[in-house]
């Protein structure tokens, strides 16, 4: 009887923090006239704040002293800093600069970039209908280059970021606040070293707007801890197959916010390539779910095999 609410409270945890990464969009605007660097740096400092502030309510430090003795864990944590730096900035120029669209791309795209990984750097092999789906994803960065005219290096960059940082944090094998707060440890120094830089230059726009405008930077680092720990909760509760349906909800509303609040353009040619690319995640989508059904029914049958057995 307890497994279903868990269950049930690990789908919330990740609607929740899927949707809150999707509305992101809507927050980074709201910041200027800070720029995209400025942003990252502050995004840095108070993610730090956020996240020491929740294991001091935890009371969770523990873990600390254990990891300075794992040098390969940190190697691996610092790794996984760099990374991400690139992502949030890389994602945070996106929004302000009006490619909101493609930034959704990225994360549309990120589960073939992950199989892909799998197969070149894991050795993995791919099942026929993965290879269908990462073709016709392969297909639609074709299809949205000749659209752009340009390579969509945007799209690219968040959805390689994201996925090394995925497979970083995964062999790193870490929890996510004690992950985030290395990681914003290791980012801590050059973050305040560029804020200090600009507020010597008198280009700092920290505490030299409105109230609101220094509140909203300072949440930068709330609303990367918050949906994180939500992520966390809901990925100990849940399938893997569950989460990987749950990702969709994030590029889903940075497409419809990409398209409906901030009104990009979406010529025919850009409807076909993110077509294609829909049409990749729902091959994968199906092969992955049908693959999770067929291992479950296995070990429902080797455990139906065991009870009789004794």
């Given amino acids: 009887m307890g497994y279903m609410p868990d269950l049930r ?56 002293r254990a990891l300075l003795k794992q040098p390969k864990k940190l190697a691996l944590l610092t790794l996984a800093a760099v990374v991400i730096t690139v992502n949030w900035g890389t994602y945070i120029y996106a929004v302000n600069t009006g490619h909101v669209v493609e930034s959704a791309l990225g994360y549309f795209i990120n589960p073939l970039v992950s199989v892909l990984f799998g197969v070149v750097l894991l050795r993995e092999r791919l099942r026929t209908l993965q290879w269908v789906a990462v073709g016709f994803g392969a297909l639609a960065v074709l299809v949205l280059t000749l659209d752009y005219g340009r390579l969509p290096w945007i799209a690219l960059v ?27 440890l290791v980012l801590l120094a050059p973050a305040l070293a560029y804020l200090v830089y600009l507020e010597s230059s008198g280009q700092a726009t920290f505490g030299h707007s409105t109230p609101t405008h220094a509140l909203l930077l300072a949440g930068a680092g709330v609303i990367t801890a918050v949906p994180l720990m939500f992520f966390g909760a809901s990925a100990i509760r849940v399938p893997l197959s569950t989460i990987g349906l749950l990702q969709y909800i994030a590029p889903i509303l940075q497409f419809m916010c990409g398209v409906l609040i901030a009104k990009e353009t979406m010529p025919s040619s850009r409807w076909i390539g993110f077509s294609i690319v829909w049409l990749a995640l729902a091959i994968f989508t199906y092969d992955s779910l049908r693959t999770a059904r067929a291992a479950a029914r296995v070990r429902k049958s080797a455990r139906t095999l065991d009870h009789v057995v004794t």
Avoid at 162 to 178: C, R, S, T, W
């Fill in 158 to 184: 968040l959805a390689v970021s994201f996925g090394v940082y995925g497979l970083v944090k995964k062999k790193a094998n870490v929890g996510a606040a004690e992950s985030l707060t290395v990681e914003t």
């Fill in 9 to 64: 409270r690990g789908v919330l945890f990740g609607i929740a923090a899927y949707t809150m990464w999707g509305l992101f969009p809507l927050y980074w605007p709201l910041l200027k006239p800070s720029g995209a660097v400025e942003i990252l740096a502050h995004r840095m400092v108070w993610s730090l704040v956020a996240v020491v502030a929740v294991l001091a309510v935890r009371r969770h430090w523990s873990w600390f």
